[in-house]
């Protein structure tokens, strides 16, 4: 940053709609000067702390971490904290902020995420585990390991789920973030059901919905592949009952070392 743009106010032209008194939403533009280092959460703190306390937005942990400030910056859905403003300042000096699309407003950049996690729910995202744990650990090959594609460093921010043209559709697709759970569960050497995972992702607005338009790989602010974890869903739930059986073969030696 410049010492220019130290010294520039910039227009943060924010979405509003409060159901309780609005009809419709607007927008409403701030001026905000920018410091180094400000983000877009830094500057709806500065917005709601001195200009005006009525904006409201979710925020949590203020490092990407908790998902809780995903929203709609410039036309692409990101994390607010984790979005320097000079990125984002346009031609005309100005910041346009919305709430995530395809969900419902409850108000200002908070949205209703039921159906987010109605369907994250559906795949099951918790492990389960063999009955015989290891008393020390699991022991899993670097292979495994890579073949997850960090897909356990989702938050949850919902950036994915609400950029997805198919979700604008049909609300009961199970959506890229649970069907990346499900991958992160499918492909997990400790989980004792695949099959039965795949069986789900194999349904009606299951993996078969997934256009393969790309849009969640662009919006996941941790650059997770949401769109390659479904197509290898995809080819598992073909084989899904010789896949368990292997996964069967392969927990009889999960407390193993791994042969180098
Ligand atoms: S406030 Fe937690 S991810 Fe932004």
Not at 59 to 84: D, Q, V, Y
Not at 119 to 131: D, E, F, G, H
Not at 159 to 166: E, F, H, I, R, T
């Amino acid at each position: 940053m410049s010492n220019n743009d130290i010294q520039r106010t910039v227009t943060v032209r924010i979405q509003r709609f409060n159901p309780d008194v609005d009809k419709k939403p607007h927008m409403q533009d701030y001026q905000v000067k920018m410091w180094p280092g400000m983000t877009i959460l830094d500057a709806l703190h500065e917005i709601k702390t001195h200009q005006d306390g009525s904006v409201t937005y979710r925020r949590s942990c203020r490092h990407g971490i908790c998902g809780s400030c995903a929203m709609h910056i410039n036309g692409r859905n990101t994390l607010a904290c984790k979005t320097p403003i000079i990125n984002e300042v346009q031609k005309n000096d100005t910041v346009t902020i919305g709430p995530l699309p395809y969900l419902p407003v409850i108000k200002d950049m908070v949205v209703d995420r039921t159906s987010f996690w109605e369907q994250y729910l559906r795949v099951k995202p918790w492990l389960l585990p063999p009955n015989d744990i290891p008393e020390k650990e699991f022991r899993m090959s670097q292979e495994e390991v890579d073949a997850l594609h960090d897909a356990e460093a989702c938050i949850m921010c919902g950036a994915c789920y609400s950029s997805c043209a198919v979700i604008g559709l049909n609300k009961k697709y199970l959506g890229p973030h649970a069907l990346l759970k499900a991958f992160l569960r499918v492909l997990d050497p400790r989980d004792t059901a695949p099959a039965e995972r795949l069986e789900i992702v194999s349904q009606a607005d299951g993996v078969a919905r997934c256009h393969t338009i790309f849009n969640c790989i662009d919006a996941c602010p941790k650059g997770l592949n949401p769109t390659q974890a479904i197509e290898t869903l995809r080819k598992l739930a073909q084989k899904r009952q010789k896949y368990e059986e292997a996964r069967r073969e392969r927990q009889k030696h999960l407390n193993e070392p791994i042969p180098s």
